[in-house]
């Protein structure tokens, strides 16, 4: 029994890619080791056929995102010609406006899911480098300066005295800076944070803005198709915060999130590349 329990505890750490392997003499005990290695062929082919529909369901999800992008930008280009249009009525133009909003936003929800799909079909190893994140976030807050008060919010901003470099791609780290501005712009009202401290081996860069704690379920906050308020219909599929997760993980960072005193953070934790 011990045998047994060595080696299917082998097999479980190898994926059910192996059998067991152990021979007894007692012919009951043979022919339960039998038994388990039928369950266990059975198991793995049940993985596959889990594994295969995953593939299946994102390369749909990749092919209509797809499909769609592209009659929604003509749809927008119409639309923001009739704009132009002086026979409009005011009340037609007003039809206008809410027709070109929202597709807006079904251009950014397909933007999205096909972000999503490339992002999780890409299982190679992403080459990290040396990044100035201090950097980094003065650029990223300076750019953006304009979005951030036509929404009239006040940003916090509270980095240490000196430099912090990371060990993380600029490119990923500034699709990840993307998104966390959105999910605060979303949400946030009047203010919000972004705070850098500086540990001995890590990074933490914070995101914080106000919230309503009980609309909040911290522990799905990072799942695909996650909505703070469920009752509210114009809040996107909130794939903003998984992405960011998923992000983080291919620059071999940690993702986190916490609400305390009624304030949400979304604590992004990166490995420290000293001078």
Do not use: W
């Not at 992000?247 to 005193?261: P, T």
């Amino acid at each position: 029994m011990r045998k047994v329990k060595k080696e299917l505890e082998r097999t479980r750490d190898m994926q059910y890619n192996r059998q067991l392997t152990v021979s007894f003499s007692d012919r009951t005990f043979a022919e339960l080791v039998s038994e388990i290695n039928r369950n266990l062929d059975y198991q793995k082919k049940l993985k596959l056929q889990s594994e295969y529909a995953q593939r299946s369901l994102k390369q749909s999800v990749s092919d209509i995102a797809h499909d769609l992008r592209t009659p929604l930008t003509v749809i927008k280009g119409n639309l923001q010609m009739l704009e132009n249009e002086s026979m409009l009525s005011e009340r037609g133009k007003g039809y206008l406006r809410v027709c070109i909003e929202k597709s807006d936003f079904m251009k950014k929800m397909a933007d999205d899911f096909f972000e999503l799909s490339v992002l999780e079909s890409d299982m190679s190893e992403l080459p990290l480098s040396k990044v100035n994140l201090t950097g980094v976030l003065m650029q990223f807050i300076a750019d953006n300066e304009a979005v951030i008060r036509n929404c009239s919010l006040v940003p916090e901003v509270i980095f240490p005295e000196k430099t912090v470099f990371i060990s993380a791609d600029e490119q990923l780290l500034m699709r990840m800076l993307n998104n966390l501005l959105s999910n605060i712009i979303k949400y946030a009202e009047n203010e919000f944070s972004v705070s850098l401290e500086n540990f001995e081996d890590k990074v933490h860069l914070t995101f914080s803005n106000p919230v309503r704690a009980e609309n909040i379920d911290i522990d799905h906050i990072f799942d695909r198709t996650y909505r703070s308020d469920k009752s509210r219909s114009g809040n996107g599929v909130g794939l903003g915060l998984y992405i960011v997760k998923i992000l983080a993980q291919k620059q071999k960072a940690e993702v986190r999130a916490e609400v305390d005193n009624s304030t949400l953070k979304i604590i992004i934790i990166f490995n420290t590349i000293n001078r």
